[in-house]
């Protein structure tokens, strides 16, 4: 059954840090694309980064989080730091099969989503 189960989220202050986990199962993380993607209450999904041949991220986030994959764990992270308030919201990791590639942040080229986990950044 193929799977993508989040993990990592929390309160954490301003300033400060977590590493989510997107753990897989069901197929093989190393000919597949991940993002994450993000939604705050009452705003539409957003990108946040993604990760394929190539790494990439949305400006609002890059300098601050990194992306990162471990196939031998079938397991992507998202290290980040530098969180701002506005970076609250329910974090997914989503998945597509492709031949390496570039990795695509429109949330539209992923047809396998997992639950969400929260993160919130606040005092």
């Known amino acids: 059954q193929l799977q993508l189960v989040e993990s990592g989220g929390g309160l954490v202050q301003p300033g400060g840090s977590l590493k989510l986990s997107c753990t897989t199962s069901?197929?093989?993380?190393?000919?597949?694309?991940i993002g994450w993607f993000r939604q705050a209450p009452g705003k539409e999904r957003e990108s946040v980064s993604c990760i394929s041949m190539n790494d990439n991220y949305v400006e609002s986030v890059q300098g601050r989080f990194t992306i990162s994959r471990d196939n031998a764990k079938n397991t992507v992270y998202l290290q980040m730091d530098f969180l701002k308030p506005e970076d609250t919201a329910v974090y997914y990791c989503?998945?597509?099969?492709?031949?390496?590639?570039?990795?695509?942040?429109?949330?539209?080229?992923?047809?396998?989503w997992g639950q969400g986990t929260q993160v919130t950044v606040s005092s």
């Open positions: 989503a998945g597509q099969p492709v031949p390496p590639s570039q990795c695509e942040l429109h949330p539209g080229s992923y047809d396998y």
């Open positions: 069901g197929f093989t993380l190393d000919f597949w694309m």
